[in-house]
């Protein structure tokens, strides 16, 4: 299965020259613990960075710094790490596995952003896979019972 079956396209997104006080009113407003960072490249967005509401509070607020004195982009994570659209779960698992990352950008093949996936998001995937999984042996029983029955 690819990853980009099951991502999330509704991504909600900054751009680096965003004020923080914003983008902490764009995740409230829209439900969401991170913003994609991206940039706007013949007519696309290209993710470049994420901020979290961690970010804030560990490099802002917990500092006690004035939150207007910062952009998104003096705190967004530094290195991006995005998987392709065409690219399947299990490369995405080790991906972020390997990155120590909880949210991947997903991107088509001009780089383009078209969606997110989490941690989350995948754990609720092999979950109803695991579910389904799991009817399996007593269809099985089933089905027996019935060719067997004497």
């Known amino acids: 299965?690819?990853?980009s079956e099951f991502c999330n396209r509704d991504v909600v997104f900054?751009?680096?020259?965003?004020?923080?006080?914003?983008?902490?009113?764009?995740?409230r407003e829209y439900h969401v613990g991170d913003l994609v960072v991206v940039d706007e490249l013949d007519g696309k967005r290209v993710p470049v960075g994420i901020v979290t509401d961690r970010d804030m509070v560990i490099e802002i607020i917990a500092k006690s710094l004035n939150i207007e004195d910062f952009s998104v982009g003096d705190i967004m994570g530094a290195q991006l790490v995005s998987v392709q659209e065409k690219d399947g779960v299990f490369e995405t698992i080790r991906l972020m596995r390997t990155k120590g990352v909880r949210r991947i950008p997903v991107v088509n093949e001009q780089g383009g952003l078209v969606?997110?996936?989490?941690?989350?998001?995948?754990?609720?995937?092999?979950?109803?896979?695991?579910?389904?999984?799991?009817?399996?042996a007593p269809r099985e029983q089933d089905r027996e019972a019935k060719t067997r029955a004497y």
């Open 1 to 3: 299965m690819s990853i």
């Open 14 to 27: 900054a751009t680096r020259e965003m004020s923080l006080p914003e983008a902490a009113q764009l995740m």
């Open 115 to 136: 969606g997110i996936v989490s941690a989350d998001d995948i754990l609720e995937l092999l979950a109803e896979e695991m579910t389904e999984l799991a009817k399996v």
